[in-house]
């Protein structure tokens, strides 16, 4: 497959990582990115998220995610208890029994976890410095895979990741990029359904980077660009990829003048600083 104006050809599935790219003999961004997805690039790997949110009335540039407002822990970590609203949910139980944790600690060093559910009974994590969740998702279940109630990650009263009822992982929009990764945003796809009284709906892909400074603490989500949308779905690829540094949350974020179920993702990838 000739991929420009003096590069030389390459087969079809062939790596390109190693190809010299220069002004005039570039690689295009989708062959890179199917290189990653492949797994034929070691220092980069497929990086991006999946949110849902229902709004149930008038929002205004809210995350999305199942829960209320978006927040993030103490930049030390912190330990999460994790309880469900339904006695399914537990080591014996016909539902969830285990989720694994999917979080960064307080280095923004990628770390997992598995807990074992308790039901309507807290239990807390071996972690205590968990500076962010990027995903929550069901490990070992019962004879049914999804969770009988909404089973939450929280401390001090504050959710701040959730398996909704009837879901098998969190539906958040946002992640936080890992240590030493930068991470490039390629594209996103977003939808709204609102039946008969029709919502209009603006979804922003949004981050707390703006100008390569990090605006964190306390956290101001920036646009990056959106789309309107109303009863329909929209994807959009980025001609140039955003580009985004550690320590970095991206989301999607919405405005809707009605009650509407929301849902989006955002794609790219992750590398080697």
Not at 94 to 117: G, M, P, S, V
Not at 161 to 168: F, K
Not at 181 to 205: D, E, I, Y
Request: charge should be negative.
């Amino acid at each position: 497959m000739n991929h420009g104006i003096g590069l030389e050809t390459l087969a079809d599935g062939e790596d390109t990582s190693s190809v010299k790219v220069t002004r005039n003999n570039r690689l295009p961004v989708d062959s890179y990115m199917l290189d990653v997805a492949r797994g034929k690039i070691s220092s980069a790997s497929a990086y991006g998220s999946y949110g849902k949110r229902e709004a149930s009335g008038a929002e205004t540039n809210q995350v999305i995610w199942p829960a209320g407002t978006f927040s993030l822990p103490d930049s030390a970590g912190v330990q999460m208890s994790i309880v469900s609203t339904d006695a399914a949910d537990d080591s014996a139980g016909t539902n969830i029994r285990k989720i694994e944790l999917h979080y960064l600690d307080a280095n923004l060093i990628e770390q997992t976890e598995i807990i074992t559910l308790d039901g309507l009974t807290p239990v807390l994590t071996t972690a205590t410095d968990i500076r962010f969740i990027n995903c929550m998702h069901v490990h070992e279940y019962g004879t049914d895979p999804y969770a009988a109630g909404d089973i939450s990650a929280s401390n001090g009263g504050i959710t701040y990741s959730l398996i909704s009822a009837d879901e098998l992982r969190c539906s958040s929009s946002a992640r936080m990029i890992p240590a030493n990764k930068k991470a490039f945003v390629a594209g996103a796809v977003g939808g709204a359904v609102s039946g008969t009284a029709a919502a209009g709906v603006f979804m922003q892909l949004v981050a707390t980077e703006l100008d390569a400074f990090q605006y964190v603490e306390p956290m101001i989500l920036f646009p990056h660009g959106g789309i309107g949308m109303q009863d329909t779905s929209i994807a959009y690829n980025f001609p140039v990829p955003l580009k985004f540094s550690a320590g970095t949350v991206i989301a999607l974020s919405l405005t809707t003048d009605k009650a509407a179920i929301v849902g989006g993702s955002w794609f790219g990838w992750i590398e080697d600083v």
